[in-house]
């Protein structure tokens, strides 16, 4: 259970966590009507379009690859960070999302290039390791919803040629891999 977008999402008490890290596809469709879809089923699970310096540089380093970073949830710092109000336990302040702690901070990667196979499309979160804590997994079930928001659409088309969850992008000079966000982005 969640409540809010973007920045200002929240996670509910007894939240199922588990879900997917992100997700590839291989689409008969153009590359950027592609991420555009990819995008939009990113938002549509909660996720808000990144609007800091980390695109510009993002587009500029994602060549062949097309790309859109967005992010959901903010660190945990400050004074309440570490003393929450109040436990989930504590009926009825649990059931009021002001009370449910943020999602922790993720940074969510759709990618998309032309392949000999088709287009392939590449959607991965990265939790914030230094500011997520024992919470990496906060947006697991939103990226579950975002895949199956994708299967639907690219399926129901007959366009989808392909599709499986992924735990990890072993394509390092893809934008969704874990040393391109680390290296090119500074994502930590």
Known sequence: MYSGNGRSARIGPGTDRRGIRGARLVVRADPAEALQYAITALRGARFALDT?????????????????ALTIGRPTRGLWASTPMFEYGDFPMNMIPLFWPRVALTLAIACARNTDAGTELVIYAHPSM??????TNDSGPLMAKAYTALQRRFGSSGVLLHHEPL?????DGCPASAPFVRRQLDWS
């Open 52 to 68: 800091t310096p980390r695109q510009p540089r993002l587009m500029a380093a994602a060549a062949p690859w097309v790309a859109q």
């Open 130 to 135: 230094l500011r997520a804590g024992d919470r």
């Open 167 to 171: 735990d990890r992008v072993t394509d």
